[in-house]
């Protein structure tokens, strides 16, 4: 099966500065990459996807790339803000329906 | 709509107790899932169904779990009998199968003593 791998598993960065999260997956079939944020108590949400026809996505702070070759795909945020203090999963996904998770980044952005 | 609904949002029973945990998926959408978070585990994947019938339940970890969906709009994950180490929260997800986001309920915390 699919095995999803995603470093680092905590990310402390200033308030403004860049943050980089990055997943390698093990199985080519998978064309769907999701990536969501999850708040305390609160479930994961999408915040970026990318489908495996694609290099690059942006969404306004954050981007996702995906190297198909490499099987990695990593996110992009920006001008970081203490608001995207969270925990941050990747994830694949074949046209099976099912997505297999990484493990999570625990993102804090220091004011 | 209201999103993915989950009930209880917390859970406490003693190890032997039936425990059921219940999920509305979100209307329209035939995909549903149900996940299981630790910090040891991470997110897993225990079963998902597509218009009502499992398709793969390779992650329900013994037979004390079980998952039915008797219909679109509702679907139940139970342990029985429940032990401390099921103490999780458990997630229910959903989505269509023309868009490709799943969304997520606020989970249940369950918590076996």
């Known amino acids: 099966g699919e095995n999803v791998e995603q470093h680092p598993s905590t990310l402390s960065v200033q308030e403004g500065d860049s943050a980089v999260i990055k997943c390698t997956y093990s199985?080519?079939?998978?064309?769907?990459f999701p990536w969501y944020k999850q708040e305390l108590g609160k479930g994961p949400q999408l915040i970026i996807d990318i489908r495996s026809n694609v290099g690059e996505k942006k969404d306004q702070r954050i981007a996702v790339t995906l190297n198909k070759t490499a099987k990695h795909f990593s996110l992009h945020i920006t001008e970081t803000q203490p608001e995207d203090s969270a925990v941050y999963f990747c994830?694949?996904?074949?046209?099976?329906?099912?997505?297999?998770f990484g493990d999570g980044t625990t993102l804090t952005v220091k004011p | 709509d209201a999103g993915v609904i989950q009930s209880p949002r917390h859970e406490v029973t003693e190890m032997g107790q039936e425990v059921t945990l219940r999920c509305k998926p979100i209307s329209g959408h035939d995909y549903l899932f149900w996940y299981r978070q630790t910090m040891m585990r991470g997110l897993e994947l225990l079963i998902y169904f597509n218009n009502n019938v499992p398709i793969d339940d390779s992650g329900m970890p013994e037979d004390r779990f079980s998952a039915k969906m008797p219909n679109a709009s509702f679907s139940t994950l139970k342990i029985q009998p429940s032990e401390p180490r099921d103490s999780a929260v458990y997630f229910c997800a959903s989505r269509w199968t023309g868009n490709t986001e799943a969304f997520f309920g606020q989970g249940t915390r369950l918590t076996v003593v």
């Open positions: 199985d080519s079939a998978s064309n769907y």
């Open positions: 994830a694949a996904r074949t046209n099976a329906g099912k997505s297999t």
